[in-house]
């Protein structure tokens, strides 16, 4: 009796909304899970291995999206032609089997249905959410930005020889080669630190929203570019602990950093400490400033008809 009382009291457009949820979890929650499985077991592609950070990020915008579900009723139905054409798009990604325009589908039907259940101010509203789930959907732009990193491949080995050195080791350092202890180990594209750099940008990206700071464009920029510098050293150091452990012969503590949950230890410790970094920047940022002390001193009103207090 209950149940059917329910049914009586939801309208039409929200029983919609249900069976297209449905629809949705049906269609893509395996490829969710084939997501969530292979970047916890490292079983998927290394170039799909770079969104892992979606592990966090996804259900991070599903919690956004169900605590804005009431805001999300009181807004008018409101149709936006862009809502079916995205629609479209999503559905024949969807069926192509391509594997990377599969994976693009979601974001687009998603975004396709916001559009065309609330328009624009829905989109407004879930916008955050949709967002993090297109950062974190795999797709082949590691892939793509791999043969351009030459250049931060050079600067890491050349900084990693430098420190090696300085500790008293005998280094030699050619283009992204680093030879120690009659050994070589290669800085390769995908040690590059583009899987950290996006993670901590993303994490970054969580971070200002979670707080508060995202409304802060000084606090934002300066944030997330100290997070990017903080990235790119963190990559530095652990290149030179992997080039130590290699030229040393430890490897063991090699493949624990490299392969096993050492690496994922390492990458915790960074994001950990964007959390003091940003509540730093924050507060320096939302300190109010002193009145100035020329003159009296005083601020002073006025009002409507020019007499001041």
Known sequence: MQLSRQLKNTNTPQLLEFAIIGVLVLLYAPILLHWLNGWANKTISTEHEYFSHGIIGIPFAGYLAWTNRKLWQRLPDTLHPLGAVLLIVGGVFYLSGVTDWVNMSLPLILT????????????????????????????????????????????????????????????????????????????????AGLKML?????????????????TNRRTSLWFISISIILSVIANIIRNTILTYFHGTGNEAAFKWLHDSWGGDLYSAGLLMLLIPVLNRIDSYFSEVPQPSKEGSGVLRTWDGEGNGD
Do not use: D, H
Request: glycine share 12%.
């Open 112 to 191: 396709g249905l916001c559009l065309l259940f609330k328009g624009v101010p829905g989109l407004k509203l879930q916008g955050f959410s949709l967002l993090l789930l297109f950062l974190a959907t795999p797709n082949p732009i590691p892939y793509l930005i791999a043969p351009y990193t030459l250049p931060l491949q050079s600067f890491i080995a050349g900084t990693a020889g430098f420190i090696l050195t300085q500790l008293g080791m005998q280094v030699t350092v050619e283009g992204i080669n680093i030879f120690v202890g009659g050994r070589i180990v290669e800085v390769a594209p995908y040690c």
């Open 198 to 214: 996006f993670t901590t940008s993303y994490v970054s990206l969580m971070l200002l929203y979670w707080t508060g700071a995202v």
